[in-house]
């Protein structure tokens, strides 16, 4: 849920990942072409002999994707229109030290995001139409809290590559991605992110020492009950 356009560096790391997202494809085997009036910067089709697949590439620079709810308020934006989401995100938001590729069957995603769209009404959670619903890759699926159901589909679909930091950096990238969430993640408000994400003591330490611009060391949290 960071704001992928906030600052250069971050809109650099967004085109490279989509690049490596390309290049995995690639390397698998897939010849991958822009789809005709396709119209979402993020949609592609991917053709190995007969088999064609149309695919949704998502970056994430925390671990989390979305997708937004059509307005009828029954299906999802891009992801209705695919067979495979293929999600390429650093494994960790505040101290990355890999890129992985994971190539998700679309039919999962659907009925994931349908599991925590329902999970989160009945909590009471404010889902306003057109907004994305976002899913962690990397925290496996659990009732409690509800921001976790539907997780885990980087664990359930291993990576098809990895990029390892400390040896190399994400191919230069020069397209623009994920139309569709753009506006969306620049209007993410630490509100909306808090909804989203479940309040553990660390988080809360690290929010307020970010809002009050002070160390993580000089916040000291007790709960009395």
Same mark, same amino acid.
């Given at each position: ?9 971050? #809109?650099?790391? $967004?085109? &490279? ?6 290049? !995995? ?5 897939? @010849? *991958? =072409? #822009?789809?005709? $009036?396709? &119209?979402?910067?993020s949609?592609?089709?991917? !053709?190995?002999?007969e088999?064609?697949? @149309? *695919? =949704? ?59 925590a ?36 589909m ?62 993580e ?9």
């Amino acid at each position: 849920m960071t704001n992928v356009n906030a600052t250069p560096a971050k #809109r650099a790391t $967004r085109k &490279g990942l989509f690049a490596f997202g390309i290049e !995995t494809l690639e390397r698998e085997g897939w @010849k *991958v =072409s #822009r789809i005709p $009036r396709g &119209g979402k910067a993020s949609l592609r089709l991917i !053709t190995k002999g007969e088999n064609k697949h @149309k *695919v =949704s590439i998502r970056t994430s620079q925390d671990a989390w994707i979305a997708f937004p709810r059509k307005r009828a308020e029954a299906g999802w934006v891009t992801l209705d229109d695919v067979d495979y989401v293929v999600a390429v995100s650093v494994n960790d938001k505040h101290n990355p030290t890999e890129a992985r590729v994971h190539m998700i069957p679309a039919d999962d995603a659907r009925k994931r995001y349908n599991r925590a769209y329902d999970a989160r009404k009945a909590a009471g959670h404010t889902l306003p139409i057109g907004r994305g619903i976002w899913l962690s890759l990397y925290d496996k699926e659990a009732a409690d809290p509800v921001s976790y159901v539907g997780a885990g589909m980087g664990v359930d679909y291993p990576p098809l590559a990895m990029i390892n930091f400390s040896k190399e950096g994400l191919p230069q990238g020069s397209e623009e991605v994920d139309e569709d969430m753009a506006e969306e993640d620049a209007e993410l408000s630490l509100d909306q992110t808090a909804e989203t994400l479940p309040l553990t003591i660390p988080e809360a330490k690290r929010r307020l020492a970010e809002a009050l611009g002070v160390p993580e060391t000089s916040i000291k949290i007790t709960i009395e009950h």
